[in-house]
């Protein structure tokens, strides 16, 4: 499943339902077919979305010397930071002007 979400504040952000549901899990709120984040939710959001991207490059960087050590390549595989860059982008630009984010509609 493919969610969009849209917010006058920006520009639309396509997520194909994994990432999506990762995000959601990482925000504490169940993923429905449609929704609204508020302008009060945002920021407490934002805070959660950025804490998770850098707990995830911590763990990477460690898993990296840790692979270094073993003398072994290290995996490519998406970061959350980079996947989830457009919809943390989205939720800033929807703070700063004061508008919510739907999904759905």
Do not use: C, H
């Not at 995000?23 to 950025?50: H, K, M, N």
């Not at 982008?89 to 508008?99: C, N, P, V």
């Amino acid at each position: 499943m493919i969610y969009q979400f849209r917010s006058k504040a920006g520009p639309d952000v396509i997520m194909l339902a994994d990432l999506t549901q990762r995000i959601f899990d990482i925000l504490g709120r169940p993923l429905e077919p449609r929704g609204i984040l508020t302008v009060e939710q945002l920021p407490a959001l934002i805070t959660s979305l950025e804490n998770a991207i850098l707990k995830d490059l911590e763990n990477r960087s460690k898993n990296n010397v840790d692979d270094q050590e073993n003398l072994e390549k290290p995996k490519l595989a998406d970061r959350l930071g980079q996947r989830a860059y457009p919809f943390l982008e989205l939720m800033k630009q929807a703070k700063s002007k004061d508008e919510p984010i739907m999904w759905g509609v």
